[in-house]
């Protein structure tokens, strides 16, 4: 089975940083794009950022300047580094990861993490 998993979330006071990380683990061929979502209360998913098997990365423009998205292929891990953090950034942040399961045939599918809970004080 192939599974994702987020962990760095917690407590942070405005202007801190926390570092996020979502480890893809299971029968994994390849992982294509990876990206990172958040919903807070009330509030729909929202897009934070992407980032391609080659690299190239997209963020939203709330975040821009402020998180820096990452990964290491070789450890199947996705990382993002959060600086600067606001009140309005508090949500569950969410990892999605699109993934060739080397045991399920040639059709890639998207895999998403339970979620790891950012909250930042004022």
């Known amino acids: 089975q192939v599974q994702v998993v987020e962990s760095g979330g917690g407590l942070v006071q405005a202007g801190g940083s926390l570092r996020l990380s979502c480890a893809a683990k299971?029968?994994?061929?390849?992982?294509?794009?990876m990206g990172w979502y958040r919903q807070a209360p009330g509030k729909q998913r929202e897009v934070v950022a992407t980032i391609t098997s080659g690299g190239s990365t997209n963020y939203a423009d709330s975040v821009k300047g402020r998180f820096t998205i990452s990964r290491d292929n070789a450890k199947n891990t996705m990382y993002l580094q959060m600086n600067r953090l606001k009140p309005e950034d508090t949500a569950v942040y969410l990892c999605?990861?699109?993934?060739?399961?080397?045991?399920?045939?040639?059709?890639?599918?998207?895999?998403w993490g339970q979620g790891t809970q950012v909250t930042v004080s004022s």
């Open positions: 999605d990861a699109d993934i060739f399961d080397g045991s399920a045939g040639l059709t890639p599918r998207h895999y």
């Open positions: 299971g029968s994994i061929f390849r992982i294509n794009a």
